[in-house]
């Protein structure tokens, strides 16, 4: 008989992992509390990617 292992992930996730879910609620507060200053950002980001600068 072959043992099953079911489990989702056999290894914690990594610290930067980590930092990443904890900036989430973060970046959400953010961007309820300025909302015009999160659109800059989304703005200059596509900008920047659209330009490849």
């Known amino acids: 008989m072959q043992y099953s292992d079911n489990r989702t992930y056999?290894?914690?996730p990594t610290f930067g992992m980590a930092l990443?879910?904890?900036?989430?609620?973060?970046a959400a507060l953010f961007a309820a509390m300025f909302p015009a200053a999160t659109a800059g950002l989304v703005v200059g980001w596509a900008g920047?990617?659209?330009?490849q600068r």
């Open 10 to 12: 056999r290894t914690p």
């Open 20 to 26: 990443l879910f904890a900036a989430l609620p973060l």
């Open 48 to 51: 920047r990617t659209a330009l």
